[in-house]
């Protein structure tokens, strides 16, 4: 991975939920200060690369999927899944040169997630999960430090749905259980005060059991947004 796109610290970071990211289309987010394309071809093959058109800047995150490349809003150029600019509209009989390209990262799915890393980062990909299926819940972004989020969903949960218990942090998740249900949360810090938490459901829970646990991640933004972590102030 070129050094003028740092992605640290090393290791995989979630930047979606798999729902979130249907075959054919495309989205934006930041990662330690780095914009990223997330998108997923039409056979469902998901990429992370760096969301910046090598020709004029434009976001990759603003264009189109199509078949197995996605193409630039501002002057189509189309690049395949390598990353390579494969065809340029203006100039349709053109061998386009092997060095236009977009900067890639590693991107993997595990527990219901979209995960990222940088290319040359031998870590080893997240587990699968232990609990069975993994059914998502949403992702929550939070002005507040990705330290700061991990902290109170360590000590809360979702605030409001039972007492917190068996908690398991690693590097970049936290499992834990509240009110009978199983949770796991992937951490992905966007910058130096913004983080989002992708909450996944473990095991069978009735669609309306889900439904009502949507309001209490409001409650989790309110406690970390207003300081209070753990009953102390951060």
Not at 125 to 138: K, Q, T, V, Y
Not at 151 to 174: K, S
Request: glycine fraction near 12%; aromatic fraction near 6%.
């Amino acid at each position: 991975m070129p050094a003028d796109t740092p992605l640290s610290p090393p290791g995989w970071v979630p930047l979606a939920l798999s729902v979130d990211i249907p075959p054919g289309t495309s989205a934006g987010t930041v990662c330690n200060g780095v914009e990223i394309v997330v998108w997923r071809d039409i056979a469902g093959a998901v990429h992370a690369w760096e969301d910046r058109c090598p020709h004029r800047g434009m976001k990759l995150s603003f264009g189109f999927v199509r078949g197995d490349r996605i193409a630039c809003l501002y002057h189509g150029w189309e690049y395949e899944g390598g990353g390579a600019c494969r065809y340029i509209p203006s100039h349709p009989d053109l061998e386009v040169p092997s060095s236009i390209r977009v900067t890639r990262f590693r991107a993997i799915e595990a527990l219901g997630m979209i995960w990222v890393s940088p290319l040359d980062d031998a870590a080893p990909p997240p587990p699968p999960p232990e609990a069975g299926a993994l059914m998502a819940l949403r992702s929550l972004q939070v002005d507040a430090p990705v330290a700061t989020l991990a902290d109170a969903f360590a000590a809360h949960g979702l605030p409001g749905t039972g007492p917190v218990g068996d908690v398991v942090q690693g590097a970049a998740t936290i499992w834990l259980t509240q009110g009978g249900i199983q949770l796991c949360a992937g951490l992905q810090p966007v910058d130096a005060g913004a983080s989002v938490l992708h909450l996944m459901v473990a095991g069978a829970v009735a669609p309306s059991a889900l439904a009502a646990l949507v309001p209490a991640t409001a409650a989790l933004r309110r406690i970390v947004e207003g300081g209070v972590v753990g009953g102390r102030d951060v």
